[in-house]
């Protein structure tokens, strides 16, 4: 991927009227040991044209957080809301109206297509669902279409194929153009290029920026990969997020070129540098230790200070930080300030 470590930019000024939006969620999961927080207070705006990566380790909460704001699952706590309105207050007309508007592509294209159905099958079933075209031949029209739009060309040679004859990266372009099939405001993708060959993966984010641009859709981007962050919403935020709960969250280039909290300092040491004179100088981040806490036992204090270098006895094992804004970022550390 290409080097963007270019000077920070100034703040950007206040852009439009979010689209989505979380306000204090959360997920609480019972379990054989006591109630899982799997989510514990998340705010997070999405806006049109603009991309939002939610980043961090496997199992902080990440897709937990992105199936609430999809209204595949009802948070425990706080509210999603969709052009300012609780989409759990809406009636059945604005709840399919946000269907439409809010896509989900999965992270999985061998799991997330139906292996009896065809890629006009798939691609067109929602067109078909919502009575969005007239007929038959219009939605084979509609379909290939998409289907170009995605870098799936020619269309007649994917049209009427089944999943098991394309490969990964073909798969995952017929779940993009099914999501785009609904003309979508938002579109939330969870790992979507995770389990792809990295030029495929590039690839692929390049047709998912294109189509940011061109159509003005805004992304929640998930993603444990800092790198993938960085290439794909350079011009938008990155949300840091640990255990159940947003720590760093703050414009692109501020966060990867100046991280603050420990946390996330940690996830960029641990990118691969290709330049072997880079690697030979970069900062290494050393954690006081490699084990994720239990969700069941949460530490005292701050949930990170048992893996933190900068851990401050008195301080971080006593009170846990609140996220509070400074003038750049979003930042939850006793240590660390926000100069």
Known sequence: MTDRSVPVPAPAAPGPAPLLSLRGVH????????????VAGVDLEIRPGRALCLVGESGCGKTTTARMAAGLADPTAGSVRFRGRDITAMDKRERSAF??????IH???YASLNPVRTVYSTVSAGLRRHRMVADHKAARRVTAELLERVDLTPAADFIDKYPHQMS???RQRVAIARALAMDPEVIIADESTSMLDVSIRVSLLNTLGRLRDDLGVGFLFITHDLAVAKYFAWDGEIAVMYLGKV?????TPRVVNDPRHPYTRALISAVCEPDPDLARTRERVRLRSADIPDLTALPPGC???PRCPLYTPGACDT????LVRGHDRLLACHVVGQG
């Open 168 to 170: 990964g990266g073909q």
């Open 107 to 109: 992270q999985d294209p």
């Open 27 to 38: 997920q609480v999961f019972p379990g054989a040991r006591g109630d899982v927080p799997a």
């Open 247 to 251: 720590v760093e969250h703050g414009p």
């Open 319 to 322: 009170r846990r930080p609140p």
């Open 303 to 305: 949930d990170f200070h």
């Open 99 to 104: 269907r439409r508007s809010v896509q989900y």
